[in-house]
């Protein structure tokens, strides 16, 4: 082999070799991140399919159902904390039932409100405590628009929880 098909060989599998390296840091780098939706449940149990368990300084995204008489407000302040539990239909509480305390410091969304679900971005602090960076709220999935139930011919009501 004459030396410059040897330096062409060697420059092209160079390349390939380190555009293979970065590739799998990426995709490492991403696996951590590509599963952030937990469910209260999960947080204790870990993930059902893989068992999986969030550790503390995690980012992690957490959704559920807001317990009844669990939301604290600080009368000072923004700051209010909250309980989670798993999305179950049709929708009881349970004492039995895994919680998560969610803390969070700014303004709640319109939507939010006791026996609503959420999903919250956060850290994990301290195994069942979320610090929320962000809280957002779900509206109901059976919201029909008033001019469209008009349109249907349907009576437009507010959903009953």
């Known amino acids: 082999m004459n ?5 062409r060989l060697t420059i092209v599998t160079s390349l390939v070799i380190g555009l ?25 149990n870990g993930k059902e399919d893989t068992g999986l368990k969030a550790i503390n300084g995690q980012r992690l995204r957490i959704g559920g159902l807001v317990v009844p008489g669990s939301v604290h407000r600080d009368s000072e302040s923004l700051h209010v904390s909250f309980k989670l539990t798993d999305m179950r239909m ?18 709640l ?21 979320i610090k ?13 628009p008033k001019e469209l139930a008009d349109d249907m011919g349907k009576k437009h009501e507010k959903p009953k929880y």
Request: overall charge negative.
């Open 90 to 107: 049709p929708i009881s509480f349970s004492e039995a039932d895994p919680t998560v305390t969610v803390t969070y410091d700014g303004i």
């Open 20 to 44: 293979g390296v970065v590739a799998g840091l990426v995709l490492y780098a991403l696996s951590q991140n590509i599963d952030l939706f937990y469910k209260p449940s999960e947080i204790y």
């Open 109 to 129: 969304p319109d939507l939010f409100r006791e026996g609503q679900g959420i999903v919250a971005n956060g850290v994990l602090v301290d195994g069942s405590i």
């Open 132 to 144: 929320a960076s962000e809280v957002l709220a779900k509206h109901d999935e059976n919201y029909m």
């Open 3 to 7: 030396p410059r098909r040897k330096k």
